[in-house]
């Protein structure tokens, strides 16, 4: 299995729901991402995982939450979200560094509307 | 700190034609580069990697990238465009010490032309 696979693909929420994006991989990566990507605009990194530990948190909002329950699935719990939270949410994972940095290998994103 | 630039935020070609997608980096350290293609409202893919090793790396569809230390740069290369190769392109830089954080270029958008 080479694939991170997202649920649900769509997601139409209004400004007062709690709602949760989830992410899973079973390639034994060790570390998971949360992307936001604006219309036409590259991915922007929210957080990171390793080694099941929040490791990066770049200054998100507290209505953004992530999870790590385990190695091979990552959630991203949402509350009183706002209109300009639309976005794509991609969720990415990488192999244990070798030396190197690994690539990254992405999900195909769950498309969100905050109404 | 690191950085890329992606020269052409709009590339056209004609299928059957040559691609020339232009990477610039700049890193303090050692870098390792990677081009992603994104297909509209999909995830983005991994099409080739340069992590210090051979300079002229091939990835996958026909695609490949030289890396120039000398001339900072990473450019994309395929010898004849597909009407599949249609897409937007990200040049992607990380150094080890940046603890995960990779920085994305802004993108470039490829069409082709039948």
């Known amino acids: 299995d080479t694939e991170v696979t997202q649920t649900p693909k769509h997601l139409v929420m209004g400004m007062t729901n709690k709602k949760s994006l989830k992410c899973e991989q079973h390639?034994?990566?060790?570390?998971m991402y949360w992307y936001k990507q604006k219309a036409k605009k590259p991915p922007e990194l929210m957080f990171v995982?390793?080694?099941?530990?929040?490791?990066i948190n770049e200054s998100v909002p507290s209505r953004f939450s992530p999870e790590c329950p385990n190695s091979s699935l990552l959630n991203l719990h949402l509350h009183a979200l706002q209109p300009e939270d639309s976005a794509l949410y991609l969720c990415?994972?990488?192999?244990?560094?070798?030396?190197?940095?690994?690539?990254?290998?992405f999900g195909p994103g769950t498309r969100l509307t905050v109404t | 700190a690191q950085s890329v630039t992606q020269l052409d935020s709009h590339v056209s070609v004609s299928e059957g034609t040559p691609v020339l997608l232009r990477c610039n980096y700049s890193?303090?350290?050692?870098?390792?580069l990677f081009w992603y293609v994104q297909h509209p409202n999909k995830g983005l893919q991994l099409l080739l990697k340069?992590?210090?090793?051979?300079?002229l790396v091939k990835g996958i569809n026909g695609f490949e990238a030289e890396f120039k230390k000398s001339e900072t740069s990473f450019h994309l290369t395929k010898p004849s465009a597909h009407m599949s190769d249609a897409a937007e392109y990200f040049c992607?830089?990380?150094?080890?010490?940046?603890?995960?954080?990779?920085?994305f270029g802004d993108g470039t958008t490829l069409t082709v032309k039948p």
């Open positions: 990415a994972s990488s192999p244990p560094d070798r030396g190197h940095i690994s690539e990254q290998y």
């Open positions: 390639m034994g990566h060790r570390a």
């Open positions: 995982y390793s080694y099941e530990k929040l490791s």
């Open positions: 890193s303090s350290y050692s870098p390792s």
């Open positions: 340069y992590t210090s090793a051979a300079t």
């Open positions: 992607v830089v990380s150094v080890n010490t940046n603890a995960g954080k990779s920085t």
